[in-house]
């Protein structure tokens, strides 16, 4: 009866052996295995290399447009000029243009075929006016993956004259404008402004819509 029991006793002891030793090698086998995929997560990033603009800080833009003008009842015609503009803050800047063009004939001239309602000098179209500005969206341009250049699209309300048809007319002048920096000191414009006065000059009183459509360069100072 002992033996019995002896051998009952030691085939539970080797059985639990077994078992014991199967258990450790898979728990072994999935460490191993777990080890071998890695880390979930890799900490290491590949930095990209940004440059940053080297934005000029100065406050003074001198630039020079041209484009056309299209003077109301006399046509459209090429106009050219300058402008000069100081940077009170990132948003908003002052600026004063100069420019000119030179109208055309009216349509009753052309069709009559008689005498000239101007003469040469009094086709002269030269206008000044005290703007003042204000960027409404600055962003970027992308060209291509890797050369990005910064941008505004601002707007523009001011006064002053213009010489025209023998006469000194006081005008109003607004409109919009998108600024590209090419680089750190040249900037490019593309500008549409209407200048409006008051005029009897073809014998009734109306007002005149002169509408510009310009492209110019800048330099910061």
């Not at 030691?10 to 898979?26: E, I, P, R």
Request: glycine share 12%; hydrophobic share 40%; net charge negative.
């Amino acid at each position: 009866m002992e033996s019995r029991l002896r051998i009952l006793f030691l085939k539970g002891m080797l059985l639990t052996a077994v078992l014991a030793g199967a258990t450790g090698c898979n728990t072994l086998g999935r460490e191993v295995a777990e080890d071998d995929r890695g880390p979930v997560v890799d900490p290491s990033v590949d930095r990209r290399e940004i440059r940053q603009p080297r934005i000029d800080t100065e406050n003074f833009e001198f630039g020079v447009f041209g484009g056309f003008l299209s003077v109301e009842d006399f046509g459209s015609n090429a106009a050219y000029g300058v402008r000069l503009a100081y940077h009170i803050s990132e948003s908003l800047f002052a600026e004063v243009m100069a420019g000119q063009s030179d109208a055309g004939k009216t349509s009753f001239e052309k069709l009559s075929g008689g005498a000239p309602l101007l003469t040469s000098s009094e086709r002269r179209f030269r206008y000044y006016d005290l703007s003042i500005g204000y960027n409404v969206l600055p962003g970027e341009v992308f060209v291509g993956r890797n050369r990005a250049f910064n941008s505004s699209l601002y707007v523009l309300l001011g006064a002053g004259n213009t010489e025209f048809g023998g006469e000194n007319l006081f005008t109003v002048s607004f409109g919009a404008g998108y600024r590209v920096l090419l680089t750190d000191w040249l900037a490019a414009h593309f500008l549409v402004r209407d200048r409006v006065f008051s005029t009897d000059l073809l014998g009734d009183d109306k007002i005149a819509h002169n509408v510009e459509f310009s492209l110019g360069l800048s330099w910061f100072f």
